[in-house]
């Protein structure tokens, strides 16, 4: 198996997580061990998946037939929606390592806050105690907002690893971003190609393409690396998962990601997280 350099981030608990991840939101569940055996063979060792994808099996088949070390592969998934609340939480993730097959993830992520139903610091105890009991190295949050976090430093003791977030050119979420780098959060990019369409063909894009001799996908996730985020494209491609991943031998100019930077218009192709659930 190819060995692509790709860095890693320190989370603020000392955990390295590489800054580019294999996504698998909506792969098919008996398409899911081959598309993870594929990014494998690209060089990605950082997997993201879900209890809501219902593919975590797959993910597990892919990593006990890839031979891998369990040591050199970083294995995040999140808690479903329907399973916030202490216990709940617990016995969820209990379920999410039984289809994986593993005693323990890198990353256990909230997926959404679901702020009305008003229980997310009550799971955010769990998390903690998920922790301390090493059934995930780090834990995390996902489509967390500013007044979601502040809630956590104040009644919890545990900053969050980890904020996965929609994160695009179109939505290149500067606000978060600062808050984030203020408190010791990594940013995670999710929908980091926006989905792979419309984006991959705007202009500004296309014509760095040029300039760079890269394809618009790789342009813009050398974007992201640049701005520091952790980046998890999604592709069932072979070409396009090998493509991905080949980011780490060019380097755009700070004007370059700057004008990128540019392209946010507000446009979010996921549910805002204020309302979601
Ligand atoms: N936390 C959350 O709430 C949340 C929400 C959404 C996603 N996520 C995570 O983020 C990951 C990525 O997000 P995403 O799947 O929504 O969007 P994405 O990675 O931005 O885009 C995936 C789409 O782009 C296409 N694509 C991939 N590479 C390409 C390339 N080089 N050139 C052209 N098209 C390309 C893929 O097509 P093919 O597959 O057909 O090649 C697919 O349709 C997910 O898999 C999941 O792990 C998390």
């Given at each position: 198996?190819?060995?692509?350099?790709?860095?890693?981030?320190?989370?603020?608990?000392?955990?390295?997580?590489?800054?580019?991840?294999?996504?698998?939101?909506?792969?098919?569940?008996?398409?899911?061990?081959?598309?993870?055996?594929?990014?494998?063979?690209?060089?990605?060792?950082?997997?993201?998946?879900?209890?809501?994808?219902?593919?975590?099996?797959?993910?597990?088949?892919?990593?006990?037939a890839s031979g891998l070390p369990r040591?050199?592969?970083?294995?995040?998934?999140?808690?479903?929606?329907?399973?916030?609340?202490?216990?709940?939480?617990?016995?969820?993730?209990?379920?999410?390592?039984?289809?994986?097959?593993?005693?323990?993830?890198?990353?256990?992520?909230?997926?959404?806050?679901?702020?009305?139903q008003n229980r997310y610091v009550e799971?955010?105890?769990?998390?903690?105690?998920?922790?301390?009991?090493?059934?995930?190295?780090?834990?995390?949050?996902?489509?967390?907002?500013?007044?979601?976090?502040?809630?956590?430093?104040?009644?919890?003791?545990?900053?969050?690893?980890?904020?996965?977030?929609?994160?695009?050119?179109?939505?290149?979420?500067?606000?978060?971003?600062?808050?984030?780098?203020?408190?010791?959060?990594?940013?995670?990019?999710?929908?980091?190609?926006?989905?792979?369409?419309?984006?991959?063909?705007?202009?500004?894009?296309?014509?760095?393409?040029?300039?760079?001799?890269?394809?618009?996908?790789?342009?813009?996730?050398?974007?992201?690396?640049?701005?520091?985020?952790?980046?998890?494209?999604?592709?069932?491609?072979?070409?396009?998962?090998?493509?991905?991943?080949?980011?780490?031998?060019?380097?755009?100019?700070?004007?370059?990601?700057?004008?990128?930077?540019?392209?946010?218009?507000?446009?979010?192709?996921?549910?805002?997280?204020?309302?979601?659930?």
């Amino acid at each position: 198996m190819s060995h692509v350099p790709v860095p890693k981030i320190r989370l603020n608990n000392g955990v390295g997580i590489p800054q580019l991840g294999f996504g698998v939101f909506q792969i098919e569940p008996d398409r899911t061990a081959e598309a993870v055996l594929t990014a494998f063979e690209a060089g990605y060792r950082h997997i993201d998946t879900a209890q809501g994808y219902n593919n975590e099996e797959g993910v597990g088949e892919a990593i006990r037939a890839s031979g891998l070390p369990r040591g050199e592969i970083f294995v995040t998934t999140k808690l479903a929606n329907d399973r916030h609340g202490y216990d709940q939480a617990i016995s969820a993730l209990d379920e999410s390592l039984q289809r994986l097959g593993l005693d323990h993830v890198d990353l256990y992520l909230i997926h959404w806050p679901r702020p009305a139903q008003n229980r997310y610091v009550e799971t955010w105890k769990a998390f903690e105690k998920i922790a301390s009991d090493g059934k995930a190295r780090a834990i995390g949050v996902s489509n967390f907002q500013i007044p979601h976090l502040k809630r956590l430093a104040e009644e919890t003791a545990t900053v969050p690893a980890v904020n996965q977030i929609e994160l695009h050119p179109w939505l290149p979420q500067t606000e978060l971003r600062a808050y984030h780098q203020r408190h010791g959060i990594a940013t995670e990019a999710w929908s980091p190609l926006a989905k792979g369409g419309e984006l991959l063909a705007d202009e500004l894009i296309v014509g760095l393409s040029e300039k760079y001799g890269k394809t618009p996908a790789q342009i813009v996730l050398r974007w992201h690396l640049q701005l520091g985020n952790i980046a998890i494209p999604k592709s069932v491609t072979p070409s396009r998962v090998r493509e991905n991943a080949d980011i780490f031998d060019f380097e755009l100019s700070d004007d370059d990601v700057a004008s990128i930077s540019e392209l946010g218009n507000g446009r979010r192709l996921g549910p805002d997280p204020d309302n979601f659930g």
